[in-house]
């Protein structure tokens, strides 16, 4: 009997077809030659679970979600089906929870609790509010944002009030400090500058210097072992019997002052006594009344033939006015 050709392009879409269905629901997690045993879970909120998404336990899959329906038509529970792939005991106090990751899909979590009965097919599940990471940040930052917004609210008014405040001059004058600032940081940058400040010639000199004295290491301590040959010869001196000599001069020069200074010694009376030195000033001006006297009239003093006649004029009285040293 010969096959037509439309009857062999049936039986292949047939063939595919059913190879597709498989297939997708291979992929699903849905094995159709296989009974598989399923529990339930009621959820408040799915987040982003879907169909097909796995179902695990301590990190491992024993399962996937398979089909979402609500619980009633005021949506007070979602009713997930969990079609379990492997045979595992599961105490009938475990609770099941929503699990949603950073990167991924989400997936259920059930936390295995410690009762010794398990679960059967058909049973439900309790379930919890899983506080993920997203979650936990969320919770975190609202109060920072809360306080945030109040303090972008406190700097506006603040602001507002400072516009207010600074008329047209103070904010000239705002200005021209900021320019004077930008003129200054600029000078600073230019003294800062590697190569042409001043502190960088500063900073070479100062290097110059050090290598100076770095070469001249030698003539310094030289000249510091000098210095300490010289203090340890000052300190092996002995000052003490110096020392005594000298305080045993100044009292000598301390008693001939005292001497000097009374008035019962001879330097004393001629310093202190005025009678003494008034007649001692009226004989030196007798003797050069004298002394000009006989200079100028030799002949009332030696009566000679030789100096011809008598000289006839009078003693002076007074020393004869000199412009110079007499002959």
């Known amino acids: 009997m010969k096959i037509s050709n439309e009857t062999k392009v049936g039986i292949l879409t047939i063939v595919g077809l059913t190879i597709l269905i498989l297939g997708f629901n291979f992929l699903k997690g849905k094995d159709l030659f296989k009974k598989s045993k399923k529990i339930y879970a009621v959820f408040k909120d799915l987040g982003s679970l879907s169909k097909s998404n796995e179902v695990k ?16 038509e005021n949506l007070s529970g979602i009713v997930a089906t969990i079609s379990l792939s492997q045979e595992v005991n599961i105490p009938i ?12 899909a989400s997936f259920i979590v059930i936390e295995k609790g410690k009762a010794v009965e398990f679960l059967s097919p058909g049973d439900t599940l309790m379930t919890v509010v899983d506080v993920g ?24 008014n603040i602001f507002g009030s400072i516009n207010g405040i600074l008329n047209s001059e103070a ?32 900073l070479k000199n100062a290097e110059a210097l050090t290598g100076k004295l770095l070469s001249n290491t030698d003539d310094i301590s030289a000249t510091i072992k000098n210095a300490k040959i010289t203090s340890e010869k000052l300190a092996a001196l002995e ?3 110096t020392i005594d000599s000298l305080n045993a001069m100044i009292g000598s020069l301390k008693n001939t002052a005292a001497k000097i200074n009374s008035k019962d010694g001879t330097i ?35 009566n000679l033939s030789i100096f011809g006649k008598k000289d006839k004029n009078g003693p002076i009285t007074s020393p004869a006015i000199k412009d110079s040293i007499p002959k």
């Not at 336990?57 to 009633?72: E, F, H, P, R």
Request: aromatic share 4%.
């Open 133 to 156: 990471i997203l979650d936990d940040v969320k919770a975190q930052l609202t109060p920072t944002l809360t306080k945030v917004r109040s303090t972008l609210d406190s700097l506006n």
């Open 57 to 72: 336990i301590n990190g491992y899959v024993i399962g996937t979600v398979y089909s979402l329906k609500a619980k009633d």
């Open 171 to 202: 904010r000239g004058n705002l200005q021209q400090t900021l320019a004077n600032l930008n003129k200054a940081s600029s000078s600073l940058n230019g003294m800062l500058d590697n190569q042409t400040g001043a502190l960088a010639k500063t």
């Open 239 to 241: 000052l003490k019997p």
């Open 268 to 302: 004393g009376a001629l310093l202190n006594d005025k009678t003494l030195y008034k007649k001692l000033t009226d004989a030196i001006l007798s003797a050069e009344i004298l002394m000009d006297d006989l200079r100028k009239n030799p002949k009332r003093y030696v």
């Open 93 to 104: 106090d475990s609770k099941a929870m929503i699990s949603s990751p950073l990167v991924g």
